[in-house]
Nanobody, 123 residues
Framework: QVQLVESGGGLVQAGASLRLSCTASGRALSRYGMGWFRQAPGKERGFVAGVSWSGSSTYYADFVKGRFTISRDNAKNTVYLQMNSLKSEDTAVYYC????????????????WGQGTQVTVSS
């Protein structure tokens, strides 16, 4: 079992930056592809960014390219999402997820999920 805990969310103004963290316990994350997803009120949970288990590959949803950066530190069992130039439409609960030995954009592919952290961007 992998337990994931997100942190770093908060209330910021448009144009600001936040860095989300996702720290794992239970197992080492080094063999898990990781993803960040988000869910706004009344909407489905959707893909934001992903990183391969080795960290060699990253990929993003089109609406965050150039603004968000996903990274991982396997020594710290932590994955990050650096979010710059935040917009009001980025307001959502952000979730991290883990997928054993693989990674992808589909929500149903992931094995473990955190409880989420709220990001609110005021315009």
């Amino acid at each position: 079992q992998v337990q994931l805990v997100e942190s770093g969310g908060g209330l910021v103004q448009a144009g600001a930056s936040l860095r989300l963290s996702c720290t794992a316990s239970g197992r080492a994350l080094s063999r898990y592809g990781m993803g960040w997803f988000r869910q706004a009120p009344g909407k489905e949970r959707g893909f934001v960014a992903g990183v391969s288990w080795s960290g060699s590959s990253t990929y993003y949803a089109d609406f965050v390219k150039g603004r968000f950066t996903i990274s991982r530190d396997n020594a710290k069992n932590t994955v990050y999402l650096q979010m710059n130039s935040l917009k009001s439409e980025d307001t959502a609960v952000y979730y991290c997820a883990a997928k054993f030995l693989s990674s992808g954009r589909a929500r149903d592919e992931y094995d473990y999920w955190g409880q989420g952290t709220q990001v609110t961007v005021s315009s």
